[in-house]
Protein backbone atom coordinates (compact mmCIF):
# COMPACT_ATOMS: atom_id res chain seq x y z
CA UNK A 1 0.00 0.00 0.00
CA UNK A 2 1.62 3.29 -1.15
CA UNK A 3 1.71 6.02 1.42
CA UNK A 4 -0.10 8.29 0.08
CA UNK A 5 -3.24 7.44 -2.22
CA UNK A 6 -4.67 10.23 -4.78
CA UNK A 7 -6.53 9.68 -7.58
CA UNK A 8 -4.83 11.27 -10.77
CA UNK A 9 -7.99 11.84 -12.57
CA UNK A 10 -8.53 14.11 -14.85
CA UNK A 11 -11.33 15.70 -12.81
CA UNK A 12 -13.63 17.97 -15.41
CA UNK A 13 -16.45 20.46 -13.47
CA UNK A 14 -18.21 23.32 -14.84
CA UNK A 15 -16.69 26.76 -14.06
CA UNK A 16 -18.52 28.07 -10.46
CA UNK A 17 -19.10 24.05 -9.37
CA UNK A 18 -17.60 23.37 -6.03
CA UNK A 19 -14.72 20.98 -6.37
CA UNK A 20 -13.74 18.09 -3.86
CA UNK A 21 -10.01 16.76 -3.67
CA UNK A 22 -9.04 14.00 -1.57
CA UNK A 23 -6.30 12.26 -0.21
CA UNK A 24 -5.86 8.92 2.04
CA UNK A 25 -2.77 8.11 3.81
CA UNK A 26 -1.90 5.23 5.97
CA UNK A 27 1.04 6.11 8.45
CA UNK A 28 -0.22 7.87 11.58
CA UNK A 29 2.94 9.81 12.05
CA UNK A 30 1.92 11.76 9.54
CA UNK A 31 0.95 15.18 11.55
CA UNK A 32 1.52 18.26 8.78
CA UNK A 33 -0.33 18.48 5.36
CA UNK A 34 -0.29 20.73 2.45
CA UNK A 35 -2.29 21.20 -0.63
CA UNK A 36 -0.17 22.75 -3.64
CA UNK A 37 -0.60 23.35 -6.75
CA UNK A 38 1.21 22.90 -9.64
CA UNK A 39 0.14 24.36 -13.17
CA UNK A 40 2.00 23.39 -16.36
CA UNK A 41 5.87 23.22 -16.40
CA UNK A 42 5.94 25.04 -13.40
CA UNK A 43 6.63 24.23 -9.70
CA UNK A 44 4.14 23.51 -6.85
CA UNK A 45 3.40 26.25 -5.25
CA UNK A 46 1.64 26.15 -1.42
CA UNK A 47 -2.37 26.56 -1.16
CA UNK A 48 -2.99 25.29 2.49
CA UNK A 49 -0.79 24.13 4.95
CA UNK A 50 -2.48 22.74 8.39
CA UNK A 51 -1.48 20.77 11.37
CA UNK A 52 -4.21 19.19 12.92
CA UNK A 53 -7.96 17.74 12.41
CA UNK A 54 -10.93 20.34 11.35
CA UNK A 55 -11.14 22.85 8.80
CA UNK A 56 -9.20 25.69 7.36
CA UNK A 57 -10.41 28.22 5.24
CA UNK A 58 -8.57 30.93 2.61
CA UNK A 59 -11.02 32.89 0.34
CA UNK A 60 -12.76 30.10 -1.52
CA UNK A 61 -10.30 27.21 -0.31
CA UNK A 62 -10.89 25.28 2.28
CA UNK A 63 -8.50 22.39 3.58
CA UNK A 64 -10.17 19.65 5.84
CA UNK A 65 -8.09 17.18 8.08
CA UNK A 66 -9.18 13.64 9.25
CA UNK A 67 -6.67 12.05 11.28
CA UNK A 68 -8.83 9.62 12.96
CA UNK A 69 -9.99 8.26 8.96
CA UNK A 70 -6.60 9.43 7.76
CA UNK A 71 -8.07 11.80 5.01
CA UNK A 72 -7.42 15.10 3.88
CA UNK A 73 -9.57 16.89 1.66
CA UNK A 74 -9.45 20.50 0.03
CA UNK A 75 -12.58 21.96 -1.69
CA UNK A 76 -12.69 24.84 -3.95
CA UNK A 77 -15.83 27.10 -4.05
CA UNK A 78 -16.79 29.29 -7.33
CA UNK A 79 -14.18 27.64 -9.35
CA UNK A 80 -12.35 29.61 -12.04
CA UNK A 81 -10.75 28.36 -15.31
CA UNK A 82 -7.74 29.69 -13.55
CA UNK A 83 -8.04 26.70 -10.95
CA UNK A 84 -7.22 24.71 -13.85
CA UNK A 85 -3.85 22.74 -12.30
CA UNK A 86 -2.43 19.52 -10.71
CA UNK A 87 -3.00 19.71 -6.94
CA UNK A 88 -0.81 17.86 -4.70
CA UNK A 89 -1.54 16.71 -1.33
CA UNK A 90 1.70 16.62 0.39
CA UNK A 91 2.36 15.12 3.99
CA UNK A 92 4.98 15.62 6.81
CA UNK A 93 5.87 13.47 9.71
CA UNK A 94 6.82 15.17 13.47
CA UNK A 95 10.65 15.40 12.98
CA UNK A 96 13.47 12.63 14.88
CA UNK A 97 15.42 16.01 14.45
CA UNK A 98 16.39 16.06 10.60
CA UNK A 99 14.97 17.58 7.59
CA UNK A 100 12.43 15.64 6.29
CA UNK A 101 11.17 16.26 2.74
CA UNK A 102 7.27 16.39 1.34
CA UNK A 103 5.77 12.94 0.72
CA UNK A 104 3.44 13.80 -2.06
CA UNK A 105 0.33 11.94 -2.97
CA UNK A 106 0.55 11.63 -7.06
CA UNK A 107 -2.03 14.70 -7.80
CA UNK A 108 -4.93 15.44 -9.41
CA UNK A 109 -5.23 17.27 -12.57
CA UNK A 110 -8.24 19.19 -12.59
CA UNK A 111 -9.77 21.53 -15.64
CA UNK A 112 -12.68 23.84 -14.60
CA UNK A 113 -14.41 24.42 -18.13
CA UNK A 114 -15.17 27.57 -19.18
CA UNK B 1 13.41 38.18 -7.30
CA UNK B 2 12.50 34.86 -7.50
CA UNK B 3 12.74 32.88 -3.95
CA UNK B 4 14.28 29.78 -5.13
CA UNK B 5 16.01 29.66 -8.82
CA UNK B 6 17.44 27.32 -10.70
CA UNK B 7 19.43 26.40 -13.90
CA UNK B 8 19.66 25.25 -16.38
CA UNK B 9 15.76 25.04 -16.75
CA UNK B 10 16.10 22.39 -19.78
CA UNK B 11 19.33 20.03 -20.25
CA UNK B 12 19.50 17.50 -22.86
CA UNK B 13 22.49 15.23 -22.95
CA UNK B 14 23.51 11.84 -23.44
CA UNK B 15 23.86 8.58 -21.63
CA UNK B 16 27.15 7.96 -19.45
CA UNK B 17 27.62 11.97 -19.22
CA UNK B 18 27.92 13.71 -16.34
CA UNK B 19 25.96 16.85 -15.32
CA UNK B 20 24.83 19.27 -12.75
CA UNK B 21 22.03 21.39 -11.98
CA UNK B 22 22.26 24.40 -9.97
CA UNK B 23 19.96 25.63 -7.36
CA UNK B 24 19.79 29.08 -5.39
CA UNK B 25 17.86 30.64 -2.26
CA UNK B 26 17.66 34.29 -1.57
CA UNK B 27 15.32 33.26 1.29
CA UNK B 28 18.08 32.72 4.35
CA UNK B 29 16.29 29.16 4.82
CA UNK B 30 18.50 27.15 6.76
CA UNK B 31 17.50 23.78 4.62
CA UNK B 32 17.12 22.96 0.91
CA UNK B 33 15.58 19.84 -0.83
CA UNK B 34 15.86 18.35 -4.14
CA UNK B 35 13.00 16.49 -5.49
CA UNK B 36 12.26 14.40 -8.49
CA UNK B 37 9.14 13.80 -10.60
CA UNK B 38 9.24 11.39 -13.00
CA UNK B 39 6.91 11.20 -16.39
CA UNK B 40 4.16 9.91 -14.31
CA UNK B 41 4.10 13.29 -12.07
CA UNK B 42 4.92 11.90 -9.43
CA UNK B 43 6.89 14.01 -7.25
CA UNK B 44 9.50 12.26 -4.52
CA UNK B 45 12.53 13.36 -2.46
CA UNK B 46 15.87 12.73 -2.80
CA UNK B 47 17.95 14.43 -0.42
CA UNK B 48 17.09 17.40 2.50
CA UNK B 49 20.06 19.12 3.53
CA UNK B 50 20.44 21.09 6.82
CA UNK B 51 23.44 22.79 8.88
CA UNK B 52 25.94 20.49 7.26
CA UNK B 53 23.66 17.50 7.65
CA UNK B 54 22.50 15.06 4.71
CA UNK B 55 19.87 13.29 4.80
CA UNK B 56 19.31 10.88 1.89
CA UNK B 57 16.53 8.86 0.15
CA UNK B 58 17.68 5.06 0.32
CA UNK B 59 16.49 4.35 -3.30
CA UNK B 60 18.04 7.15 -4.57
CA UNK B 61 21.53 5.99 -6.61
CA UNK B 62 24.87 6.76 -5.50
CA UNK B 63 25.83 8.52 -8.72
CA UNK B 64 23.65 11.29 -7.48
CA UNK B 65 25.40 13.41 -5.30
CA UNK B 66 24.35 16.89 -3.51
CA UNK B 67 27.06 19.35 -3.19
CA UNK B 68 26.35 22.81 -1.06
CA UNK B 69 29.38 25.29 -1.61
CA UNK B 70 26.82 27.66 1.33
CA UNK B 71 23.95 27.80 2.67
CA UNK B 72 22.39 29.37 -0.02
CA UNK B 73 23.40 26.78 -2.63
CA UNK B 74 22.13 23.15 -3.29
CA UNK B 75 23.80 21.63 -6.03
CA UNK B 76 23.14 18.25 -7.70
CA UNK B 77 25.41 16.68 -9.45
CA UNK B 78 24.78 13.36 -11.49
CA UNK B 79 27.83 10.84 -13.04
CA UNK B 80 27.03 8.36 -15.70
CA UNK B 81 23.39 9.23 -16.99
CA UNK B 82 20.85 6.61 -17.62
CA UNK B 83 17.53 6.86 -19.85
CA UNK B 84 15.89 6.44 -16.82
CA UNK B 85 17.15 9.74 -15.07
CA UNK B 86 15.33 11.60 -17.71
CA UNK B 87 12.64 14.29 -15.67
CA UNK B 88 11.99 16.72 -13.82
CA UNK B 89 14.27 17.85 -10.90
CA UNK B 90 12.57 20.70 -8.36
CA UNK B 91 14.63 22.14 -6.02
CA UNK B 92 12.89 23.45 -2.47
CA UNK B 93 13.78 25.44 0.65
CA UNK B 94 12.40 25.74 4.25
CA UNK B 95 13.58 28.01 6.93
CA UNK B 96 13.91 25.00 9.39
CA UNK B 97 13.40 21.33 9.27
CA UNK B 98 10.19 19.76 9.57
CA UNK B 99 6.27 21.03 9.53
CA UNK B 100 8.00 24.62 7.97
CA UNK B 101 6.61 25.31 4.59
CA UNK B 102 8.75 24.26 1.26
CA UNK B 103 9.32 27.05 -1.32
CA UNK B 104 9.94 25.82 -4.85
CA UNK B 105 12.07 25.98 -7.75
CA UNK B 106 11.05 26.52 -11.30
CA UNK B 107 12.32 22.65 -12.05
CA UNK B 108 15.24 21.68 -14.60
CA UNK B 109 14.07 19.12 -16.82
CA UNK B 110 16.54 16.61 -17.52
CA UNK B 111 16.37 14.60 -20.75
CA UNK B 112 18.63 11.97 -21.49
CA UNK B 113 19.00 10.56 -24.83
Known amino acids: QKEVEQDPGPLSVPEGAIVSLNCTYS??????FMWYRQYSRKGPELLMY????GNKEDGRFTAQVDKSSKYISLFIRDSQPSDSATYLC??????????????FGKGTHLIIQP | DTAVSQTPKYLVTQMGNDKSIKCEQN?????MYWYKQDSKKFLKIMFS???????INETVPNRFSPKSPDKAHLNLHINSLELGDSAVYFC????????????FGPGTRLTVL
Open chain 2, 27 to 31: LGHDT
Open chain 1, 50 to 53: TYSS
Open chain 1, 27 to 32: NSAFQY
Open chain 1, 90 to 103: ALIPIAGGGADGLT
Open chain 2, 92 to 103: ASSQGLAGDTQY
Open chain 2, 49 to 55: YNNKELI
